[in-house]
């Protein structure tokens, strides 16, 4: 039967507990992370009366929170989309300013020292310029070292955040796990209703893990959620975890990978952690930061093997080939941690001949099944490779050449950077500016019994350090277009060639001389004009060097001359070439990550319009909740009265 005074006490407590839920949404209205809690009435189960239904009340059957998952998981997407190109992005500026900015001083160093070289060859006899020279080269090892040194710095610097954002990580993922076991306890003593407060706590650390690398979740049904990172490796389970760590990278103990898991079961799963936090930072230190020091090391390893080249090639104010003027570091080559055997690869340095087959790549080489294979590291693609190894066969591919000591086993690989570190390495050697090489080791002029009024140019000298192609020479016409070599071998015996043809444009081609070095070929000059029958012209040592400015002209052009990338870049434009590939890259990602921001925004608002607590509207449910509580009261106050007028009518009675 019904009860009035029961009726009107469930409202009671219902709206009461109604207006605790709304008072708790006014509370946490500017909460982090929290829902907006709503609460659910339902009537009670009426009785059966006089033939008809009395209802019985109302119940407070649940309390839910206003809760879009699919909206959440857009959010968090979202967030970590965000936090990983803000990564990249903070560090990327840096490279962009510390390459490309007013202040850096490669490009202009490059200049000044190439400059240098002109100036010194309007007086190749100055002092002055010739210590100008040694002073120019000094500012541009300076200023490749110190840019390499600064982008190493940036390196270690993105390092120290990996350690601390994997610091972060396993926090994280520790107080999911414990809140886990917290929600699965609540759950159970409820019977299956939600501790909402207790979730919202648990989505808020969710979505901060997801905003440090890329997370999928899996809830279980005793109200617990899983989490994995990477290709599926199970961060959380439940009450458990599985910490990440830092180590050194296998090959180079100056770079960082991520380990997951201990002991046997321990692996490397650093290129498969993606978005967020870390997902940025490890970007932009194997996709940014690297790629700049091995392109500004194809600069700074340019500038050693093609000024050297052009020195040796030269006359110094001594009458002395050209001594180096820079070294620089070779490639190298390490070995995996994981290597088994006892194998070391040793690369040579790379040569005039080899500089423009170079490229900005590092490689991995590796031995399987008795035979080596290469490919561009970060699982690029596979590099054609020639050689056995030996010194006689090194392995060679993209103009490095690499020697094999030792037994490899099956399965050992190698890092190749050729070079990383070259820009750091960089340093000027010559100290003399008498060694400077700014003229010709060779000179060339007309016979004054010539009949005709041809000349040649200035000797050119593809290896100076042929002895043989320092003999006197003389060129003696048997037509116009015919000619003989005599090569003086000593003092008193000389060779003569067999008769020769002009060549194309009149070039005039020393050619071999039996018994001494350099059987390929010697200089060349270019005949101006058509000579007559009997002339002569004569190539000889420059034995005076100083008054000659061919070499130190030809070592101006050096910094046009097309000798990289295949050639297809100078020198200046290798480094123009960096600046641009930094800047289109840090522009790419500035405009991608405005665009995120935005779509982040809309996401958090999507968010914000289910689960955000409005004020205006929850101060209508207050009122709501308080009128009907105000009304439940009255109810109350007559069944009590009603109850008493029975008491009374049954006591007079």
Do not use: C, H
Request: hydrophobic share 40%; aromatic share 4%; charged share 5%.
């Amino acid at each position: 039967m019904a009860n009035v005074f029961d009726t009107a006490v469930s409202g009671l407590i219902a709206f009461q507990n109604a207006l605790a839920v709304t008072s708790n949404n006014v509370a946490n209205a500017t909460t982090p992370g929290y829902s907006r809690q709503l609460a659910s009435l339902t009537e009670r189960t009426p009785d059966a009366t006089a033939g008809t239904y009395i209802g019985n009340g109302v119940d407070l059957t649940g309390v839910s929170r206003a809760y879009d998952q699919f909206a959440v998981n857009q959010l968090r997407t979202g967030t970590g989309v965000l936090s990983q190109q803000t990564a990249y992005l903070n560090i990327a500026n840096q490279v962009d300013t510390l390459v490309g900015g007013s202040t850096n001083g490669v490009s202009s160093a490059i200049t000044s020292f190439f400059n240098a070289w002109q100036t010194l060859a309007s007086n190749p006899s100055s002092v002055s310029n010739r210590q100008n020279v040694l002073s120019q080269a000094q500012g541009l090892a300076s200023s490749l070292s110190q840019t390499a040194s600064q982008l190493n710095a940036l390196n270690a610097n993105a390092n120290s955040q990996i350690q601390s954002t994997v610091g972060t990580i396993n926090s994280l993922a520790a107080s999911i796990a414990k809140l886990n076991q917290t929600i699965a306890v609540a759950t159970g003593a409820t019977s299956g209703s939600s501790p909402n407060d207790l979730l919202d706590q648990r989505d808020q650390l969710l979505t901060q893990l997801s905003a440090l690398t890329s997370v999928k979740t899996n809830l279980e049904s005793n109200g617990a959620i899983d989490v994995f990172i990477g290709n599926g490796q199970p961060l959380v389970i439940g009450t458990q975890t599985t910490p990440l760590a830092t180590v050194p990278n296998g090959y180079d103990a100056t770079k960082l990978d991520i380990s997951y898991g201990g002991g046997a079961a321990k692996q490397v799963i650093t290129s498969s952690l993606t978005g967020g936090q870390l997902g940025g930072l490890l970007q932009v230190s194997s996709q940014l930061i690297q790629p700049t020091l091995n392109a500004l090391g194809q600069v700074a390893t340019g500038v050693a093997v093609l000024v050297n080249s052009q020195q040796a090639q030269g006359f110094d104010q001594n009458a002395k080939l050209g001594q180096a003027i820079f070294t620089v570091a070779a490639p190298q080559a390490l070995g995996a941690a994981s290597n088994t055997g006892t194998a070391t690869l040793t690369a040579s340095a790379l040569t005039s001949a080899t500089i423009g087959q170079l490229t900005t790549n590092n490689y991995v080489l590796r031995y399987q099944g008795g035979a080596w294979s290469a490919q561009v590291a970060g699982s690029g693609p596979s590099v054609s490779l020639s050689g056995a190894g030996t010194a006689a066969s090194p392995l060679s591919f993209d103009g490095l050449s690499l020697v094999v000591a030792g037994a490899p086993a099956n399965g050992d690989s190698f890092l190749i950077e050729p070079t990383a570190t070259a820009a750091t390495s960089l340093k000027v050697v010559l100290t003399d500016p008498a060694g400077i090489a700014a003229a010709n080791p060779l000179q060339s002029a007309a016979s004054l019994a010539n009949a005709s009024n041809a000349t040649v140019g200035a000797p050119q000298v593809p290896n100076a350090a042929d002895t043989s192609l320092l003999m006197p020479a003389t060129i003696n016409f048997l037509s116009a277009t015919t000619y003989t070599v005599t090569t003086q071998t000593s003092a008193a015996t000389s060779v003569t060639s067999a008769v020769q043809t002009l060549g194309a444009n009149g070039v005039i081609t020393a050619p071999a001389v039996a018994g001494l070095a350099g059987s390929g070929g010697g200089w060349t000059v270019t005949l101006t004009g058509r000579p007559a029958l009997g002339d002569q012209f004569t190539v000889a040592p420059n034995t005076t060097g100083s008054g000659d400015n061919t070499n130190a002209l030809a070592m101006a052009g050096l910094q046009s001359r097309t000798s990289l990338a295949g050639g297809t870049l100078g020198l200046g434009a290798a480094y123009s070439n960096l600046v641009n590939v930094v800047g289109t890259e840090t522009q790419q990602v500035t405009q991608a990550q405005s665009a995120q921001q935005s779509l982040v925004a809309q996401a958090t608002q999507t968010v914000q319009n289910v689960s955000g607590v409005n004020i205006d509207e929850e101060a209508a449910n207050m009122l709501r909740w308080q009128e009907a509580y105000a009304a439940t009261a009255k109810l109350v106050a007559t069944a009590d009265s009603m109850f008493q007028t029975l008491i009374r009518a049954f006591g007079g009675g």
